[in-house]
């Protein structure tokens, strides 16, 4: 790993920090029944219509410019995607029809005794 000295980490926080968002130049059509006074307008050459320059400014995040570098990655569930499985009296693959017939017989035997237990032996 670099080593990050505490100078350098400063300017970058102020270089982030300083940056509110960047303008774009952008030409608008203006009606010919409008008038802004003290605007120049520009004429353009193939439609002859008026447009008046302006910019058009777009802010950046900054929340994430001030947490740059950092990538969170959430952990993914083992019984996703063919992962592991998890039941404790395994019957058949999951999702067959095998299976949901195991699950509802344990299910009817697990509300018969009236406990609150899970045939599943996951601990998330």
């Not at 029944?33 to 193939?46: A, N």
């Not at 008046?52 to 996703?80: C, H, M, Q």
């Not at 949901?100 to 899970?118: F, N």
Request: no cysteine; hydrophobic share 35%; glycine share 8%.
């Amino acid at each position: 790993m670099a080593t990050k000295f505490k100078i350098i980490e400063d300017a970058k926080r102020q270089a982030r920090t300083i940056f509110k968002g960047i303008a774009l130049p952008m030409l608008i059509e203006i009606a010919d029944s409008q008038v802004i006074e003290g605007v120049d307008y520009e004429y353009g050459v193939h439609d002859k219509k008026r447009y008046v320059r302006t910019e058009k400014v777009i802010k950046f995040n900054r929340s994430a410019l001030r947490n740059g570098g950092v990538d969170k990655v959430e952990k993914v569930d083992p019984r996703y995607n063919g992962g592991d499985d998890t039941m404790i009296v395994k019957v058949g693959k999951p999702g067959s029809h095998e299976r949901v017939e195991a699950l509802r017989s344990q299910y009817e035997a697990i509300d018969a005794m009236g406990e609150e237990v899970s045939p599943f032996a996951w601990e998330g």
